[in-house]
């Protein structure tokens, strides 16, 4: 469509530094503004963040747009959604990206709404038809059962969110330089029609759960927080991190934070052990990205032995002893 | 207090797998014989948010969805869980309901209910996984939104919603009215008691609005239903080769196991 161009990826950052989240936006970006020959632009917006856009550049964006004012401090939904259109609307980029995380998913379809455009949220792979020249759009619908391609024709921006640890991550040249431009946008703290009163993180012991190598998952079949206590045991002799299937989240055994899948995290370790978990769809699209997917489950039939590469069938309470006591015993040796 | 819960009728979302089909031709699922479509279980969860609400504080609850004739079931089920009213907008002109028609047009309709101080959605339909309504509505609305909330509690006339994060979840306070979308997190809903489903079947009939009722100027819905557009739809095939671990019992094979994912250089 006339007037619109380039590559522009929402990118977050975290003491100063790009997000992995915001690293694989970039790889992608940087595959589409290639495919079309144009440029990509990275969008930056919060408060003191001058100093980032150098690191920007290392990961591939040809500009880094800067949206700096002391009320985007920190992420509040109305002024985000204010500051993002309306950069957006200044820089008439031809594709936009943001992420499929907490800031992404609340505010796409607000900006969506805002510009009066189409949306795709979290697509798990993006690609330029060579004869259009039009964004390929691909993501999961029904609980993962089927997949669809979109594209948007008669309105640009074409806006997509992106699913992280769905794309590879941009890959470093320190030496890329690029220019930096200041867009202002009117903001004033009434815009804000809602009050954060508090953030409650939910401790996690030991390594985060999308960082994870290995992630050990335990499902309704633990039967109990008791059993989730072998679970840890078996993560924490493999230097992983312990997962659930919802059940266990919503019984309570485990914290909330600790669900895989269509509504919870994604998930993409060189191990992932499924164990008690039966294989449900809105499960198994939370880690289908594993590199090796083990199954131990007491029934030969459950379907997660379809998506495994090992498959035990055992009662979890023997199986992980032996698996603990093994590991132990390769270690030592 | 007046809520107003918005509701979709979808495809049962934990149909086998095996019996999920679609016409790749059309780009549309085929409806599965025998398996009913059901209330999306995060509007069932808002439901539930509502009536929460109403016994704590008072409220009159009102359940609307937008689709064809066949989705009048959706409400009866929500009066059976307990809402005081329910509403249909559905017209012959309503055919390709993407998000942003479907927003459009429960703008309009909402805007003819008139007086509201809450406005509940799903984070999302369990068929097409958008969470786009929602924050669409509220934008449309002008209204100040909170998303994938874990729990919602009114006092003095502002509501004190915990909104899910990664890392665990953030309270945000908010005024009237305001839109907030509800996730699993909130926990299951109530089942229809034995009276609601009684007072549903035999309850008044269900209002049905069209889009002239509503306002709704049907070349507008037009314009806005070719934004996006589905080009193809398939059935990944994510099956792995899947080798059965083998022991003469639980503790070898385990051992087997591990020793296996060490030969193969996975950990
Ligand atoms: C819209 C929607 C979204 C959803 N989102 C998610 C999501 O994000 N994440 C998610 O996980 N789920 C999600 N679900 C739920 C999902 O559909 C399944 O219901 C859920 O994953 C089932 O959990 P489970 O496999 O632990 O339990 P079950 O299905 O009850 O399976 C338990 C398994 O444990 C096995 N077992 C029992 N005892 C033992 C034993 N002693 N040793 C070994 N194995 C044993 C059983 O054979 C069985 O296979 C969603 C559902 C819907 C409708
Ligand atoms: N046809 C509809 N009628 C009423 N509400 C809807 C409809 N479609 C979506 N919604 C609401 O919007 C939420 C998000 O839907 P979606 O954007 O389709 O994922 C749902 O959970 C519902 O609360």
Same mark, same amino acid.
């Given at each position: 469509?006339?007037?619109?161009?380039?590559?522009?990826?929402?990118?977050?950052?975290?003491?100063?530094?790009?997000?992995?989240?915001?690293?694989?936006?970039?790889?992608? =970006?940087?595959?589409?503004?290639?495919?079309?020959?144009?440029?990509?632009?990275?969008l930056?917006?919060?408060?003191?963040?001058?100093?980032?856009?150098?690191?920007?550049?290392?990961?591939?964006?040809?500009?880094?747009?800067?949206?700096?004012?002391?009320?985007?401090?920190?992420?509040?939904?109305?002024?985000?959604?204010?500051?993002?259109?309306?950069?957006?609307?200044?820089?008439?980029?031809?594709?936009?990206?943001?992420?499929?995380?907490?800031?992404?998913?609340?505010?796409?379809?607000?900006?969506?709404?805002?510009?009066?455009?189409?949306?795709?949220?979290?697509?798990?792979?993006?690609?330029i038809?060579?004869?259009t020249?039009?964004l390929?759009?691909?993501?999961?619908?029904?609980?993962?059962?089927?997949?669809?391609?979109l594209?948007?024709?008669?309105?640009?921006?074409?806006?997509?969110?992106?699913?992280?640890?769905?794309?590879?991550?941009?890959?470093?040249?320190?030496?890329?330089? =690029?220019?930096?431009?200041?867009?202002?946008?009117?903001?004033?703290?009434?815009?804000?029609?809602?009050?954060?009163?508090?953030?409650?993180?939910?401790?996690?012991?030991?390594?985060?759960?999308?960082?994870?190598?290995?992630?050990?998952a335990?499902?309704?079949?633990i039967?109990?927080?008791?059993?989730?206590?072998?679970?840890?045991?078996?993560?924490?002799?493999?230097? =992983?991190?312990?997962?659930?299937?919802?059940?266990?989240?919503?019984?309570?055994?485990?914290?909330?934070?600790?669900?895989?899948?269509?509504?919870?995290?994604?998930?993409?370790?060189?191990?992932?052990?499924?164990?008690?978990?039966?294989?449900?769809?809105?499960?198994?699209?939370?880690?289908?990205?594993?590199?090796?997917?083990?199954?131990?489950?007491?029934?030969?039939?459950?379907?997660?032995?379809?998506?495994?590469?090992?498959?035990?069938?055992?009662?979890?309470?023997?199986?992980?002893?032996?698996?603990?006591?093994?590991?132990?015993?390769?270690?030592?040796? | 207090?007046?809520?107003?819960?918005?509701?979709?009728?979808?495809?049962?979302?934990?149909? *086998?797998?095996?019996?999920?089909?679609?016409?790749?031709?059309?780009?549309?699922?085929?409806?599965?014989?025998?398996?009913?479509?059901?209330?999306?279980?995060?509007? #069932?969860?808002?439901?539930?948010? #509502?009536?929460?609400?109403?016994?704590?504080?008072?409220?009159?609850?009102?359940?609307?969805?937008?689709?064809?004739?066949?989705?009048?079931?959706?409400?009866?089920?929500a009066?059976?869980?307990?809402v005081?009213?329910?509403?249909?907008?559905?017209?012959?002109?309503?055919?390709?309901?993407?998000?942003?028609?479907?927003?459009?047009?429960?703008?309009?309709?909402?805007?003819?209910?008139?007086?509201y101080?809450?406005?509940?959605?799903?984070?999302? #339909?369990?068929?097409?996984?958008?969470?786009?309504?929602g924050?669409?509505?509220?934008?449309?609305?002008?209204?100040?939104?909170?998303?994938?909330?874990?729990?919602?509690?009114l006092?003095?006339?502002?509501?004190r919603?915990?909104?899910?994060?990664?890392?665990?979840?953030?309270?945000?306070?908010?005024?009237?009215? #305001?839109?907030?979308?509800?996730?699993?997190?909130?926990?299951?809903?109530?089942? *229809?008691?034995?009276?609601?489903?009684?007072?549903?079947?035999m309850?008044?009939?269900? *209002?049905?609005?069209?889009?002239?009722?509503?306002?709704?100027?049907?070349?507008?819905?037009?314009?806005?239903?070719?934004?996006?557009?589905?080009?193809?739809?398939?059935?990944?095939?994510?099956?792995?080769?899947?080798?059965?671990?083998?022991?003469?019992?639980?503790?070898?094979?385990?051992?087997?196991?591990?020793?296996?994912?060490?030969?193969?250089?996975?950990?």
């Open positions: 469509m006339a007037g619109y161009r380039g590559v522009l990826a929402f990118i977050e950052t975290a003491e100063g530094k790009v997000t992995s989240t915001g690293r694989e936006m970039l790889g992608v =970006g940087r595959l589409l503004a290639d495919a079309l020959g144009e440029t990509l632009d990275a930056l917006v919060g408060s003191d963040i001058e100093g980032v856009g150098r690191d920007v550049f290392s990961f591939g964006a040809d500009r880094v747009f800067l949206v700096s004012d002391s009320l985007l401090a920190k992420y509040h939904p109305d002024l985000y959604t204010i500051a993002v259109s309306d950069a957006c609307k200044q820089i008439l980029p031809s594709i936009f990206l943001l992420p499929q995380d907490d800031v992404g998913r609340d505010i796409a379809p607000r900006v969506a709404a805002k510009l009066e455009i189409g949306l795709a949220t979290d697509c798990i792979d993006l690609a038809d060579p004869d020249r039009l390929l759009q691909t993501r999961r619908v029904y609980g993962g059962n089927a997949t669809e391609v594209v948007s024709r008669n309105a640009f921006p074409q806006l997509v969110t992106v699913k992280p640890r769905a794309m590879a991550q941009a890959k470093t040249d320190s030496n890329k330089q =690029g220019e930096i431009i200041t867009i202002s946008v009117k903001l004033d703290a009434s815009m804000a029609r809602s009050k954060l009163l508090e953030t409650v993180k939910e401790e996690i012991k030991g390594i985060k759960l999308e960082d994870a190598k290995v992630v050990v335990g499902g309704r079949g039967g109990g927080p008791e059993g989730f206590t072998l679970i840890h045991e078996l993560a924490e002799v493999l230097g =992983g991190a312990v997962g659930a299937s919802r059940a266990p989240c919503d019984e309570g055994w485990v914290p909330t934070s600790y669900k895989i899948g269509q509504t919870g995290k994604v998930v993409t370790p060189d191990l992932y052990i499924a164990i008690g978990i039966s294989g449900a769809l809105q499960h198994t699209v939370g880690s289908l990205g594993s590199r090796c997917i083990v199954a131990i489950n007491n029934d030969p039939e459950a379907k997660i032995f379809g998506v495994s590469d090992f498959k035990l069938v055992a009662d979890y309470r023997d199986a992980l002893p032996a698996l603990i006591n093994k590991y132990k015993e390769i270690i030592s040796s | 207090m007046n809520i107003i819960v918005c509701i979709k009728q979808i495809m049962d979302p934990e149909i *086998p797998t095996g019996k999920f089909k679609i016409d790749p031709e059309a780009n549309r699922v085929i409806p599965s014989e025998g398996i009913p479509p059901v209330i999306n279980p995060f509007d #069932a969860q808002a439901i539930e948010v #509502a009536l929460r609400l109403k016994e704590a504080n008072g409220a009159n609850v009102t359940a609307i969805t937008v689709g064809g004739q066949d989705v009048e079931d959706v409400v009866r089920y009066i059976s869980m307990g005081d009213e329910g509403i249909l907008v559905s017209d012959e002109a309503f055919k390709a309901l993407n998000s942003f028609v479907t927003a459009f047009i429960l703008s309009r309709a909402i805007s003819r209910i008139g007086q101080d809450l406005i509940l959605c799903g984070r999302q #339909a369990a068929d097409r996984d958008a969470g786009h309504v924050l669409m509505l509220g934008e449309m609305l002008n209204l100040p939104i909170i998303t994938m909330a874990k729990a919602v509690t006092s003095s006339d502002k509501f919603v915990e909104h899910v994060i990664t890392e665990g979840y953030q309270v945000y306070e908010v005024g009237m009215p #305001a839109l907030i979308t509800i996730s699993d997190e909130i926990g299951p809903p109530r089942r *229809p008691s034995g009276w609601g489903v009684i007072a549903a079947a309850g008044k009939e269900i *209002p049905t609005w069209s889009a002239q009722d509503i306002g709704v100027n049907l070349s507008d819905v037009d314009i806005k239903s070719v934004r996006s557009e589905t080009i193809r739809l398939f059935i990944p095939d994510s099956r792995r080769k899947g080798e059965v671990i083998q022991g003469n019992n639980v503790a070898e094979a385990s051992a087997n196991l591990m020793a296996r994912l060490r030969a193969d250089g996975i950990i």
